[in-house]
């Protein structure tokens, strides 16, 4: 994908835009507001990175005058500011994504391929996900594994539903966090995990094939 | 002895003084008042005139020309008033005064009222009384000395007042500009003045004083902590690093090691971040009518599995009520309690969760763990506490901290209480209107 790195850190931007070329992305950067806009609105990006303190336009206004001329390239918010009430200014005003500094790139990469995929609606239309032999209805919302139906909470349905979309694609518990429980901070001990060991011990447990996979030190995805 | 301000002092010496100087002065004043002769004898005279040109009729005429404070009647040889324009309690007064007093008083004052006499052709008497008030006695001497007087005393006075105002004044200085000295707050003035503004402004001046002393002293425990907490991470961290350059074989593990220290790090400068903020006021809160009932159920649902592994059972109790309440920030103090509380429940032990509807909106988390020493239960809310259970234990030791300042800002109120064993924590909450 095509990413537009906005970040007025030189060095910071240098590493983002290093690790997502390394990752097989194309990257833009600019650490400038000026030049920003002028990117954002004359270049078509998959996605776009943008911080909200900028030298002479700032982040925000950047992303009000892009979603004023009908631009809806997915953005994703970066900030310093710590306020919690930040990340709701952020999305209120058109950004997709939003991730409080200082970020890890695994985590950033991770939010980014999410959001493309999200934009390119290469989800299956479908309400049937299917991994492997691994069957998930979110309709009906049953889940089944070789035939065998496997009984789920609801937030174990939510999660696993979340991973499907997402087949292949590391997801962090950050973002697990937010897309199941709809709350944004990181708990602060391992919660998740446990959730996930959960909803493993479900899915995987006397089966050959693990498909629930641990990317270790960032997050978790599940893939045939 | 009663404590009187300063101004009230001022005020009952004020009122004391000239009370003291009417009583003394006015006396003297009324006494020698030498009232205006002149329009009684006019008046005497136009009176007369009239009476000589057209008798009793003519005078009467006169009457309504005369001022309201003048007071005119005719007696005749028997003694009784012909005419008169006075009321019957002056008539009946000047009727009982003897010719003699009459005499002796005509022309000359008494206290207030003129008298003047004026014998009239067949045995008829004119009577002629001038009423005065007694603010119009002015005497431009003597009122100019009773001010001087007055300004003499009220000038002496205030040189005694401004002099022992002064010296309190210059204790409160002295301690002040002492302490900024020095340094040392632990300084106080002591509350002895008699003065209640005085008292007051002592009383002040001191409670500033704790309250400076105790967000330096925070300040300055804040400050070594984080220097040991942060210090403490970044010692493994650089351990790491250094096993790292030297021995190339658990390379990923020791990677993911640093890793885990840096995040951890992290969680603490966010938290501290994320704290101050929240204390200093600056984030402007944003409150909304949320149940309670949901954001406890979704945090127990949080915890549920974590506690399940540790073999600890979550009880969950609930009415269902509405607070007004920043649903995010409510979530994230919940579960820093609840976190705690499921951190240290023993094996096999009950963590219970009750939301109750009383007068106000009652969250209490009650966990059987090792509990806290009643000396410590004051210290849990402070920045980096950790009682000696968790020191151990992960931890940004800020847990509480942010619990107190998210429940502040929403006006209520965070109390802990032993067990017998264990904590109860409780979160009070005012209820929506």
């Known amino acids: ?224 | 002895m009663l404590k009187l301000s300063i101004t009230h002092q001022t005020w009952l010496l004020s009122f004391a003084l000239t009370l003291v100087l009417v009583v003394l002065v006015t006396p003297l004043v009324l006494n020698d008042n030498e009232l205006d002769q002149a329009p009684i004898s006019q008046i005497s005279e136009k009176i007369s005139t009239a009476f000589y040109t057209g008798g009793i009729n003519n005078v009467e005429r006169e009457y309504a020309e005369l001022a309201t404070n003048v007071y005119v009647g005719i007696k005749d040889q028997h003694g009784n008033f012909v005419t008169s324009n006075l009321d019957k309690t002056f008539s009946n007064y000047l009727h009982e005064m003897t010719k003699a007093e009459l005499d002796h008083v005509s022309g000359k004052s008494s206290v207030n009222f003129l008298h003047h006499l004026t014998n009239l052709p067949d045995g008829f008497t004119l009577y002629v009384a001038i009423w005065q008030a007694p603010e119009k006695q002015d005497n431009p001497i003597l009122l100019a000395g009773l001010f001087l007087g007055s300004v003499t005393i009220a000038a002496v006075l205030s040189l005694i007042w401004g002099v022992i105002i002064r010296r309190r004044l210059q204790s409160i200085n002295q301690l002040t500009s002492q302490i900024i000295r020095s340094g040392d707050v632990s300084l106080r003035l002591p509350s002895s003045s008699s003065s209640k503004d005085f008292n007051e402004l002592e009383c002040n001046l001191n409670s500033m004083l704790n309250k400076i002393e105790t967000l330096m002293e925070d300040a300055r425990s804040t400050g070594d902590a984080i220097a040991h907490d942060l210090r403490a991470p970044l010692t493994r961290l650089k351990g790491k690093l250094e096993t790292l350059s030297s021995q190339s074989d658990n390379l990923d593990q020791q990677l993911h090691e640093a890793h885990q220290e840096i995040d951890h790090i992290v969680t603490i400068f966010n938290a501290l971040l994320r704290l101050s903020i929240l204390e200093s006021g600056k984030q402007m809160i944003k409150l909304s009518p949320v149940a309670v009932s949901t954001i406890v159920q979704d945090v127990v649902e949080l915890y549920e599995p974590l506690a399940d592994d540790k073999k600890v059972l979550m009880e969950f109790t609930c009415h269902d009520v509405i607070v007004n309440a920043d649903k995010q920030l409510l979530f994230q103090a919940i579960c820093n309690v609840v976190d705690n509380a499921v951190k240290f429940a023993p094996e096999g032990s009950k963590v219970s969760v009750v939301v109750e509807n009383r007068q106000h909106v009652h969250i209490t988390v009650a966990d059987s763990g090792a509990g806290v020493t009643p000396a410590n239960i004051n210290k849990l809310t402070e920045r980096f506490f950790r009682g000696d259970e968790s020191r151990t234990l992960a931890g940004t030791g800020l847990g509480l901290s942010l619990v107190k300042a998210v429940i502040t800002l929403h006006q209520g109120q965070l109390e802990f209480a032993d067990n017998h064993p264990g904590l109860i924590v409780t979160i009070t909450l005012p209820k929506l209107q």
């Open chain 1, 1 to 224: 994908m095509k990413v537009l790195v906005v970040e007025d850190d030189i060095e910071i931007a240098t590493y983002v835009a290093k690790a997502l070329k390394e990752a097989g992305h194309i990257v833009d950067q600019t650490h400038d507001g000026k030049d920003a806009l002028f990117l954002s609105t004359t270049e078509k990006y998959d996605v776009i990175v943008l911080d909200r303190m900028l030298p002479n336009v700032d982040g925000l206004t950047i992303l009000k005058v892009l979603r004023e001329s009908k631009n809806d390239t997915p953005v994703l918010f970066l900030s310093a500011l710590a306020e919690v009430d930040q990340k709701v200014v952020g999305l209120r005003a058109g950004a997709d994504d939003y991730l409080e500094k200082p970020f890890s790139v695994i985590e950033l990469q991770a939010r980014l391929e999410v959001l493309n995929r999200r934009s390119k609606h290469t989800y299956n239309n479908d309400t049937l996900l299917q991994i492997d032999d691994l069957q998930l209805d979110l309709n009906s919302r049953k889940v089944t594994r070789s035939g065998h139906t496997i009984s789920l909470q609801t937030k174990e349905f939510q999660l696993l539903a979340y991973l499907m979309e997402n087949k292949g694609q590391v997801v962090t518990r950050s973002m697990l966090f937010e897309k199941v429980w709809d709350y944004y901070f990181d708990p602060a001990t391992n919660v998740i995990d446990v959730h996930m060991s959960r909803l493993r011990a479900k899915i995987d447990k006397g089966h050959e094939k693990k498909l629930l996979q641990t990317a270790r030190g960032s997050g978790y995805f599940i893939d045939g």
